[in-house]
């Protein structure tokens, strides 16, 4: 359309240079009206939008030429649904809601639940809204995710109870929980207080472990005994980053630990117990008399692994028995778990159907499977019982009580289904566990078993259809397929629990498929078959053939552990990177709750966590938390002590934590001060009466001192100073401007162990193992006489009959 010396179409207005505008719509109406025209800028032409046709037409060009390219993307979604519709949601669910009740205890923030349960709903509002899509999914996983917190948080709160402070000297009654018996003759009780005298504490502890040597008398579960011990609290890990063990004593209700100081006696009288406290004391009751029949039978270390498997009582395993076990990978034996359960609940279940099938008009009449069925959970509750309920056997327990409740019910119960619920409810019972290796490197094999059988059957079953006849089964065959299959067992829960074993133990087993290989046999034929008879027969007083027998069996199992243990190379692995474990747990996790194609996607995720295995900063050394062992790795791999007699288990972990081969003791100077700068570098620590000094090439050396008088003779010459001295925890520091880093048992007592890291300065850092006092189990840290600044208690000195008049 033309106007005036101007032009519009629909691509927009062309400027014109009359002085007025035609309104188009006055001249349809008959009525032409003109109006000054606007300022144009000849020098841009201004924009018109488009029809909303041509804006949807070009959103469909854009379509076609994007759609080819997002193929991939609409690839995942269909294998997202179809994952969804497998039930890989409610196992994912399971695994999110064990990592949140994990990462309340990482995080340490003490949440209140119902703080978590409220930020938790909006979460839950938006899984129902968007049910079945995909911002519902992420819905139902942050609210599991939260959940797992919220129950953390609520077992915290529930458990709460008090924990001794410091060291102290008491005479205590109380009622006998349970009595474990120690491979060196002594016993071990747990004893629930009700009094204390001598002095009488103010804040005692609920329930404590004590230590009672050489006992004449036997003292059963809900006996009232009197006893003075002494009593200490909880130790916390002898590094950053260790087993703590005041956090699964508080978990475990303990309060105190210690030894006897005198003898145990008996008390007639005390308060009644409540139904609850008799029931456990039966069932602690009878599993004591179990494990003396045993001893009865059998004979040192044999009898203390028979009564590990049968009542769990593991304590009198010598240690040279568990370390050849756990070098040739058959430490699992000694945790009741999957295999102990299958074995015990098949051989209940595989005598019942033999002897109901021998009469065979009850056999065609009535159900004697789902009877056999009934006969092997009752003995699964049983052995629950009677082993003490760890977390490896109630996962057990709750997966094998579901198979045969869906047995009985007509019913298949999914396998990984069955691992979920049982993860769910192991969380609700015990969250703390979740941080313990033993709930995870349990479900970790189990989850890693079921997922390789799983895709192993659908690929058998797939090449089964294909071919015209069946395979052949002969005994040779089966043979074969037995050894197969026990290797392969081996190796895949071996991969699994690897990545947890060298986060925890920083241990390997390269022998172990073939210790497993000799052993599975003699475990599965005849040492739990054994097991099982022997507590049948018990009553009877028939048992002893059987345990005979039994103890056969774990000799040669102890046998073949002591030439793979002695054939292994060295299994220390050192400290391994956090951020390597999560990955290969991600990749692990990833792989058991994906059925499809997505199940790959674990593959690069555990590639690059084992790229980053070494990846991590190994330190320098450790200083334990008392203040009296300092621990420094040398340039040779050898651990330097000040201390010439070190603890087995700290000098343990601190050579495996820094990969060092053997220990080196200090030597003995007169005087170090004036040898200083003149010793050999780096080999081990140089002592007199007062001090110990070790030199670095790099860096300034490290001192630990005995009197906190000789402190600022150091400052500006050492790069660490570490006060042992007992009668001055809060020792002081040197001044800002200083080289010098002061450790004080003051700082030790209140934030644990600490680790010492070298800088690329050639300085040194300093990290500790409790960085705050948030948590419960670590609060009472704050109330020691070190913590407060206060010198250790030392008892009186008893006044001789002349000081006496003297005064």
Known sequence: MQAGAGWIDRHGVWPVTQEQDIDERALLDGTAAS??????????????????????????????????????????????????????????????????????????????????????????????????????????????????????????????????????????????????????????????????????????????????????????????????????????????????????????????????????????????????????????????????????????????????????????????????????????????????????????????RLILALFPVVAMRWPIRKWAASGGLMAATLYLLLSGAAIATQRSFIMLAIMLCALLLDRTALTMRNLALAMVIVVLIAPHEVAGPSFQMSFAATAALIAAYRAHNSWQWQRIRAQSEAPSSGPGRLVGRFALGVLATTLIAGAATTIFALWHFQRLAPLAPIANLMAAPIISLLVMPMAVLSLLLMPLGLDAPFLRIMGQGIDAMRWIAAIVSDLSPQDGAGLVAGPAVFLLAVALGSFAVLQTRLRWISLPIALVGICLLGSGERPAGFVLENGRAVGILTEDGKLASNRSRLSDFVGDQWMRALDADRLTKPVKVDNVMSAFGSRTEGQSFHCDDRQCLYETENSLPIVWLNHAADLYTWCGKAGIIIVGDTTKPKAGSCSSTSQSLTISRMELARQGSAALWRTEEGGWRISYAIPDLSMPWHASRQWSRPARGLADWQPRKKQTKNEKIAQ
């Not at 390219?69 to 690839?75: A, C, E, K, N, S």
């Not at 011990?229 to 916390?236: E, V, W």
């Not at 602690?284 to 270390?301: F, K």
């Open 35 to 352: 109006r000054p025209l606007r300022p144009q800028n000849t020098g841009a032409i201004p924009e018109l939008k488009r029809p909303r046709t041509e804006q949807r037409q070009a959103g469909r060009i854009f379509i076609k030429r994007v759609r080819p390219r997002l193929g991939w993307l609409r690839t995942v979604e269909g294998l997202f649904r179809e994952e969804a519709e497998r039930g890989s949601l409610f196992v994912a669910t399971a695994l999110v809601f064990a990592g949140g009740a994990f990462s309340y205890f990482a995080l340490r923030e003490t949440f209140h639940p119902i703080q978590l349960l409220i930020v938790s709903l909006p979460f839950l509002l938006a899984a129902m809204a968007y049910r079945g899509r995909l911002a519902g999914v992420f819905g139902v996983i942050l609210f599991a995710f939260i959940c797992g917190g919220a129950v953390s948080a609520a077992h915290v709160w529930v458990r709460d109870h008090q924990t001794l402070g410091s060291p102290v000297a008491t005479e205590l009654t109380g009622r006998v929980q349970s009595s474990e018996r120690l491979d060196d003759g002594r016993r071990r009780f747990v004893v629930q207080i009700l009094k204390t005298a001598k002095p009488e504490l103010r804040y005692a502890p609920q329930r404590v472990r004590i230590t009672v040597r050489n006992s004449n008398e036997a003292f059963r579960a809900g006996d009232i005994v009197t006893v003075r011990a002494r009593l200490l609290p909880p130790s916390g890990p002898v590094r950053p980053g260790g087993y703590d063990f005041s956090f699964r004593a508080w978990f475990d209700g303990l309060g105190a630990t210690g030894f006897a100081l005198g003898k145990m006696a008996l008390v007639t009288d005390g308060p009644p117990s409540s139904f609850f406290d008799r029931t456990k004391a039966l069932v602690s009751h009878l599993r004591e008399r179990i494990d003396e029949r045993i001893a009865s039978v059998l004979d040192g270390p044999t009898a203390a692994i028979a009564s590990a498997l049968t009542v769990g009582y593991g304590a009198a395993i010598p240690d040279e028995e568990r370390e050849a076990l756990r070098a040739s990978g058959l430490a699992h034996v000694l945790a009741i778990s999957g295999l102990h359960m299958a074995l015990a609940a098949g051989t209940v279940i595989g005598a019942a």
